[in-house]
């Protein structure tokens, strides 16, 4: 019985874990997502993200999520999202996400996300491409 829990267990967790990659519109990685944490497609860790506040792989404070708003570390407003739709700070959509799909302000695809949550593509976007 305790063999067959144990089973279940790992079945069940390993069903659960899934890649979260990132890829460029050629299909070659660009990074990956573990948790918080940002990653090259080198293996380098690039960034964290605290749940409100996104750093470099050093530690220092890239900026912030507040809403629909992205700010950089000092404040400034980098841009904001609209359901599936990114703009700059002045207004100007530059990406749109399509499920899986990250689009340019042109309408180019520009990266693959397999398996990333919106939020860690939101950031991806303004802050690691």
Known sequence: MKKIL???????FCGAVHAQRLYNG??????????ERFYSA????IGRDDGTRIYDG??????????????DGSGRQLGRVDGD?????????????D???????S???IARADGL???QIIIYFYFFM
């Open 6 to 12: 144990w089973l279940m267990i790992f079945t069940i």
């Open 26 to 35: 050629s299909g070659s990685q660009i990074g990956r997502v573990d948790g």
């Open 42 to 45: 080198s293996g380098r860790q």
């Open 58 to 71: 050093s530690g220092r404070q890239l900026g912030r999520i507040d809403g629909e708003r992205i700010y």
């Open 85 to 97: 739709r990114l703009y700059s700070a002045s207004g100007r959509q530059i990406g749109r996400i």
């Open 99 to 105: 499920g899986e799909r990250i689009y340019d302000g």
């Open 107 to 109: 309408g180019r695809q």
């Open 117 to 119: 949550r919106r939020r």
